[in-house]
């Protein structure tokens, strides 16, 4: 091609020259797990003290069979720019980008194990609970990473047990910010990006209700179901997702919902004003009504110390629900049995 | 933006000294009679991204970022290697998706094909594939270092004069010195007061503010720094902000001085 139809050729060659490859500093070594996004590898690094890294490769893009640019995705993006910006012992922390043959590989710190599998491990092979003071130390350590989002105004979003990761000391670390976002200024309403978000489990109930505006409490929310999954064992709120219908809208979720009154009861209007402004307020309305049964609920788990953390972690209105630096205070943390490294 | 300013990308890896930047531009000097007109380039690419941005409906502030995209990128590169236009319209189309108002990749194609061929610039030459432009934003998000959050003076000047926050109340605290922090340590100011501006002087600094993004400057100066020297500015300016300043008899040599916090 003549030059002065591809004026950027002598660049890019350039370039491509001078950038190093994935395996000329990493050693694959296995694969890790896929999802919609692509695929994510161990690798050892082959400077320095051959550490071990996760890489996640994003997924190129297809035309038939031939891999084409078709634009970054928005939440390649997001995950890389966020990631850029932070820096945290409980957040999982980006190495470096590699940009090279048309993907995108983002290169972490490797950590062993994700809050997925401890669970697993202790209800499948372990057949036990998870003891109290590590169960403790884990939410404290997972508070004390989404502070540090949070502070940095990054709502996470998608908070479950397998984003959670664990290393070997112990050492708990938030990942995937492929959903995160900053929610400082935004130039226009955050449903407006995404109309999902949050994995439905984990999803807060102003969620489930079709609120516009939302903001952090999504993560606490989320962070009440992993602490109580870690404490039984199981998802506290399992329901069957509605799917998309074939406009694309979303509906009423509302099997999720019923789990959720069936252990919190039915949210009154005296302890959450804005519930009757919530799109979904009326279908919501017709679900059979029910009463509280959180206590009951935790003494059955054997989890009765922890049942102040999780009502005030499951506070209906999003206002009054606890906030990551108030539950980091909770004396839920200074009482016996106190948290405990792994 | 993400957290604070000085714990940023931009002021870890963006900020440079007039010498770096005058480096940056060797090759290109080679081909110019006058050093100026390097100068004269940088406007002409600024102004060029802002008419390309507002046919795409962006933001000022994302507007604002797609410059200093460009601005990054040609610390890198020369003005001679490389085609200026498909950099401006990677630089929108990153830009836009990094402030979180995707614009798609067609639109940003045709619009950018339409101003760059008429009369005024007559470049007929842009790609109408989409992927050549999302193969020039690869290698420019390459070039950025993934670097894709930049601060901008707008916030500080809205924050001083106290105009932001409003609509979206409980989710904006903390930013670049400290703005409105609810929660955690305070590092400038009281929070309490606020610079009173007329509306018309405050779009005046927001103007300067826009003009500072055809030099260099959002490559040398922290963007604080830039807000109060726009505020400045509008002080000497701004005719009936200056004549108020004038007939209040004590500060009237030093305008500066006599920037005016009430506790609001």
Redesign the interface.
């Known amino acids: 091609m003549p030059l ?2 591809d ?2 050729r ?3 060659s ?2 491509d020259q001078q ?1 190093p490859r994935v395996t000329d500093k990493y050693t694959i070594l296995g694969f890790i797990s896929s999802g919609t996004y692509g695929r994510v590898y161990k690798a050892r690094s082959k400077e320095g003290d051959g550490r071990i890294h996760a890489i996640k490769k994003f997924k190129p893009d297809k035309e038939g069979d031939v891999i ?5 995705s ?1 939440s390649a ?2 995950e ?3 990631n ?4 945290h012992e409980n957040v999982v922390e980006l190495k470096e ?1 590699i ?1 090279e043959d ?1 993907s995108i590989y983002m290169v972490f710190e490797y950590a062993e194990h994700d809050f997925l599998q401890v669970i697993h491990h202790h209800s499948q092979t372990l057949r036990s609970s998870i003891s109290a003071p590590v169960l403790k130390s884990l939410s404290y350590q997972l508070l004390n990473g989404l502070l540090y989002l949070h ?4 709502i996470h979003r998608d908070l479950k047990p397998a984003n959670i990761l664990i290393t070997s000391n112990g050492i708990v670390k938030i990942g995937d910010l492929g959903l995160a ?8 309403p955050l449903f407006a ?1 995404d109309k999902v978000v949050v994995t439905i489990w984990y999803r807060a109930p102003e969620l489930l209700l079709g609120a516009k505006h939302y ?2 409490s999504v993560d606490m929310w989320a962070i009440g179901c992993v602490v109580a999954e870690l404490a039984s064992l199981r998802p506290i709120f399992k329901g069957e997702e509605a799917k998309l219908d074939s406009k694309k809208n979303v509906p009423f979720q509302k099997d999720q919902f019923l789990k959720i009154i069936d252990i919190l009861g039915t949210p009154e209007e005296r302890e959450w004003p804005g519930v009757k402004d919530m799109p979904e307020y009326l279908n919501m309305k017709r679900l059979d009504r029910n009463d509280n049964k959180l206590y009951s609920w935790c003494s059955k788990t054997n989890f009765a110390h922890g049942h102040e953390f999780l009502k005030q972690t499951f506070a209906y209105d999003p ?1 009054k629900r606890l906030t990551a ?1 108030d539950a980091l205070r909770h004396k839920w943390f200074q009482e016996d049995p106190k948290p405990t490294t792994k | ?3 604070d300013y000085w ?3 931009h002021y870890k890896r963006w900020i440079f000294d007039r010498a770096t930047i005058k480096q940056a531009r060797a090759l290109d000097l080679q081909y110019v009679e006058d050093p100026e007109y390097i100068d004269f380039l940088g406007i002409f690419f600024a102004n060029l991204i802002s008419k390309l941005g507002k046919k795409l409906s962006m ?1 000022q ?2 507007i604002a970022t797609a410059t200093v995209f460009f601005r990054r990128f040609y610390m890198k ?1 020369a003005y001679c ?3 200026p236009f ?1 950099v401006i319209a990677a630089c929108c ?2 830009a836009a ?6 614009v798609h ?1 067609k639109n940003v194609v045709t619009e950018a094909r339409l101003l760059f061929a008429n009369d005024e610039y007559g470049i007929k ?1 842009f790609p109408s594939d ?10 420019l ?3 950025l ?5 930049a601060f901008h003076p707008y ?1 500080t000047l809205m924050t001083l004069c106290g105009r ?2 409003s609509s ?1 109340s ?6 670049e010195l400290g703005a409105g922090v609810q ?2 340590p305070r590092y400038w100011g009281t929070g309490e007061g606020k610079l009173e501006l007329q509306e018309s002087a405050l779009q005046m600094a927001w103007f300067i503010i826009n003009d500072t993004y055809r030099s260099d400057l959002c490559l040398i100066y922290p963007p604080h720094l830039i807000a109060i020297a726009a505020i400045y500015l509008t002080l000497v300016f701004h005719e009936s902000t200056h004549e108020s300043l004038k007939s209040a008899q004590s500060w009237q040599y030093t305008p500066f001085l006599a920037l005016k916090f009430k506790p609001s």
């Open positions: 002065s139809q004026p950027m002598y660049y890019r350039k370039r950038r084409t640019y078709t634009g970054i928005q993006i997001r890389i720019a966020l850029r910006e932070i820096s980008v940009l048309k502070d940095a105004h990054i976002r900053l929610t400082y200024q935004p130039l226009q990006g903001n952090k206002d630096r | 933006m993400a957290t714990a940023s990308s933001r502030r994302a590169n290697e490389t085609d498909i189309y990153v998706k990094a402030e979180e108002f995707p990749i030459s989409n992927s050549k432009l999302a193969e020039m934003e690869f290698y998000v390459d070039d270092e993934c670097d894709l959050i916030r932001e926050g979206v409980h989710d904006t605290e903390a930013g929660d955690g």
